[in-house]
Nanobody, 119 residues
């Protein structure tokens, strides 16, 4: 089970930190990441991190603004989002075994947390 938190309403230029806690199983050996889905749009992988934490991926649209990290001891992955833009508005899902090219093929994911950025 994945439980995401930290979403909310923020003004453009603001920051949010999303957290994703995995329970009921040990997921520290899986790559993890975040994807988002805005109304009427396809799912988009935002960021991913190797189980070792040594390698990361970011979508071009968030590079330099978002930072992904993980704490394997706590089975938790984080997404620090800075300089938020209205186009970042979406439901953000945490995924285990994330498939960057096709998020729907990820091993499993949580219910998501809403991020709304006002202009």
């Amino acid at each position: 089970q994945l439980v995401e938190s930290g979403g909310g309403l923020v003004q453009a230029g603001g920051s949010l930190r999303l957290s994703c806690a995995a329970s009921g199983r040990t997921d520290s050996m899986y790559d993890m990441g975040w994807f988002r889905q805005a109304p009427g749009k396809e799912r988009e992988s935002v960021a991913a991190i190797r189980w070792s934490g040594g390698s990361t991926y970011y979508a071009d649209s968030v590079k330099g603004r978002f930072t992904i990290s993980r704490d394997n001891a706590k089975n938790t992955v984080y997404l620090q989002m800075n300089s938020l833009k209205p186009e970042d508005t979406a439901v953000y899902h945490c995924a285990v075994g994330i498939n960057i090219a096709t998020p729907s093929l990820s091993h499993y994911w949580g219910q998501g947390t809403q991020v709304t950025v006002s202009s």
